[in-house]
């Protein structure tokens, strides 16, 4: 399997055409497809690259392959992205592109590493004082969510059924700096505000105040 090969194969399975675009890999979700002669520790550094290790949101198959030339392809909202062209990645993952493109050794294990979908019907409820304001489906992606509090305006980021706090109001901050959630809730006292993640197992992952 050559490069050409990879990049047809994802297309008939619906990639869609070849773009790049930095502002399209920064919103959608992205699945990445190597072909690859260190499966181990290229699974860890592109995880890694990819944030996948913090938020722990994906699936990984390996499937072995013929001997091919060592290479990289990525899916960014069901589009066909070529990462090594200039301004379709971050610089560090094209970096890493690059340096698989230029080993002589040939692959021989096709590495599939995807967001996992988060389970049907699951979204991200939003309280304040416990009266409902807002609902969001976990499978769509928003940079801004911003909603009023008590001492003033929070904004959340929902990525890849990933939450996130970017904004907050609060004195402390520390809801701001904690990773994104997959599961349970996130809860900002001094706000009166609750964040919970149906469909998913029943926890609090943050409180803050």
């Known amino acids: 399997m050559n490069r050409r090969t990879l990049l047809k194969m994802l ?10 675009g930095l502002s399209l890999w920064r919103s959608a979700p992205t699945a990445y497809f190597l072909i ?16 996948y290790a913090r938020a722990g949101a994906s699936s990984v198959t390996a499937t072995p392959i013929a001997p091919s030339a060592q290479d990289l392809a990525l899916l960014v909202g069901g589009v066909l992205v070529d990462p090594g062209r200039s301004g379709a990645v971050p610089p560090e993952l094209a970096t890493f592109v690059q340096a698989m493109r230029a080993r002589k050794t040939p692959g021989h294990v096709l590495l599939a590493i995807e967001p996992e979908a988060p389970a049907a019907g699951a979204a991200v409820v939003f309280e304040r004082d416990g ?78 105040g």
Do not use: W
């Open 36 to 51: 690859t002669a260190h499966p181990e520790a290229d699974r860890a550094r592109l995880l890694r690259l990819a944030g």
């Open 131 to 208: 009266v409902v304001v807002e609902q969001i489906a976990l499978d769509k992606n928003y940079r801004r969510i911003e909603l009023p509090g008590a001492l003033g305006q929070t904004v959340f980021q929902l990525r890849d059924g990933r939450l996130s706090v970017t904004e907050a109001s609060c004195r402390h901050q520390l809801c701001r700096k904690m990773s994104g959630h997959t599961a349970g809730k996130i809860i900002c006292a001094p706000n009166r505000l609750v964040a919970t993640i149906t469909g998913s197992p029943v926890g609090v992952d943050a409180v803050t």
């Open 11 to 20: 297309s008939l399975a619906g990639a869609g055409s070849l773009v790049a």
